[in-house]
Each structure stands twice: as structure tokens, then as C-alpha cells.
T-cell receptor, first 115, second 115 residues
Framework: GNSVTQMEGPVTLSEEAFLTINCTYT??????LFWYVQYPGEGLQLLLK???ADDKGSNKGFEATYRKETTSFHLEKGSVQVSDSAVYFC??????????????WGLGTSLAVNP | GAGVSQSPRYKVAKRGQDVALRCDPI?????LFWYQQALGQGPEFLTY????????KSGLPSDRFFAERPEGSVSTLKIQRTQQEDSAVYLC?????????????FGEGSRLTVL
């Protein structure tokens, strides 16, 4: 079945460090891929997305490229800030037998950025 | 309202009690999802509504779980005879465009603790 695997946390970085959070997926067909972020005390919110191979999603300095050949969608940021401290979730849109779409989620990666 | 609102934010129930969790989606959003998120895990799909129609309830873990959205707006997730394994955060999300666009708007969740 469809699944998402992302690197385990917690990840602790100093401000201005480079960030990579790995995400790989297993899916039939051509799923859409997403990164969601959950800041402390807030609900999940969409960070970026890519709907087809080689697409690059970007937002708030974060980027992720949809790599079909490696079935990956790694999240990167060149210089993290304290305000980026949050839990990051990789997800894919899956279609079930009833042709209903739903999101399949990774376990989440906690990021802490120290000043 | 401006966002998805869930209530109560916190609920403590004794084992065997019934609980009801409410979700007010963003006005006009036709799609509504319920997810269950255990500590340290990603969200797990429970059920999906399009307007008042429950199109997918494949994620409901047992017949003790029941969801409704009678007028296509507010939704209620009911858990009967709660068990300790039901302890989790229950997330509600709504969308005006559907899952493929990835634009799910989440509430802050209802944290259920069953003693």
C-alpha cells in the first residue's frame, strides 16, 4: 500500500544552519506530495506541495523537489531560524478503492533551532 | 469563522463514558476530514465528508466511533464506551478544493485522555 517514511527526530540545529529532512514514499501512480508544519500550540498547516515529478515546491525559504526516480521529497532550507522550530510532516495524496482521496502521513520530524 | 474551530480542546473521560467532539469548518468548505493523532505519530485518517455525505469511513477503528455532518457544515465525532487506547488528539480539517490540492485547513485538535 501507499506509505510515507521520514527521518526520525528530534533534529537540533543552530540558527543559520542548513536543514534537510528526508522523506521517501511508496505509491502507485503519480501521487501529489506535501510538507505540513505544526508550530507549538497551533494546528497543522500546509508548508509546500508538488503535484508532479520534478516539480519544486517552495515557501518561507523551504524547498522540496519531487523526485520520482528516487521516490523522495526531501525538505531543505539553507538557513534556519529559531522561528522554524516545529514538527514537520511529509504526506502524499492517495486514492482509495472508492476513488476518494486522502492524505497518507509520515510520523513527523521535530526540529529545534537554538539561537 | 476565520479558521477551523474544534471543541473541546481537552477532554478527560473515564473508561466507558461516551464523548462527543465538535468541528466547525471554514465557512463554505465542502470537504471535511477527521484524523486521529497518537503521541509521536502522524495523523491517521478516520473519515471524510463531502457536504453532508460521508463518503469514506474506512479509517474508523471500531463501531464505537461514529461521525456525522447532518447539514453539511458542523461535524461531530462521537466515541461510545471509550477505552484507554482511544486517548489521542482528534484533528478536524476542511477543504474547499479537495485533497489533491493539499489545501487542508486544520483545527488545533481535541485532546482526549481516557482514564
Amino acid at each position: 500500500g501507499n506509505s510515507v517514511t521520514q527521518m526520525e527526530g528530534p533534529v537540533t540545529l543552530s540558527e543559520e544552519a542548513f536543514l534537510t529532512i528526508n522523506c521517501t514514499y511508496t505509491a502507485t501512480g503519480y501521487p501529489s506530495l506535501f510538507w505540513y508544519v505544526q508550530y507549538p500550540g497551533e494546528g497543522l498547516q500546509l508548508l509546500l506541495k508538488a503535484t508532479k515529478a520534478d516539480d519544486k515546491g517552495s515557501n518561507k525559504g523551504f524547498e522540496a523537489t519531487y523526485r520520482k526516480e528516487t521516490t523522495s521529497f526531501h525538505l531543505e532550507k539553507g538557513s534556519v531560524q529559531v522561528s522554524d522550530s516545529a514538527v514537520y510532516f511529509c504526506a502524499l495524496a492517495s486514492i482509495n478503492a472508492g476513488n476518494n482521496r486522502k492524505l497518507i502521513w509520515g510520523l513527523g520530524t521535530s526540529l529545534a533551532v537554538n539561537p | 469563522g476565520a479558521g477551523v474551530s474544534q471543541s473541546p480542546r481537552y477532554k478527560v473521560a473515564k473508561r466507558g463514558q461516551d464523548v462527543a467532539l465538535r468541528c466547525d469548518p471554514i465557512s463554505g468548505h465542502v470537504s471535511l476530514f477527521w484524523y486521529q493523532q497518537a503521541l509521536g505519530q502522524g495523523p491517521e485518517f478516520l473519515t471524510y465528508f463531502q457536504n453532508e455525505a460521508q463518503l469514506d469511513k474506512s479509517g474508523l477503528p471500531s463501531d464505537r466511533f461514529f461521525a456525522e455532518r447532518p447539514e453539511g457544515s458542523v461535524s461531530t465525532l462521537k466515541i461510545q464506551r471509550t477505552q484507554q487506547e482511544d486517548s489521542a488528539v482528534y484533528l478536524c480539517a476542511s477543504s474547499g478544493q479537495g485533497v489533491i490540492s493539499g489545501e487542508l485547513f486544520f483545527g488545533e485538535g481535541s485532546r482526549l485522555t481516557v482514564l
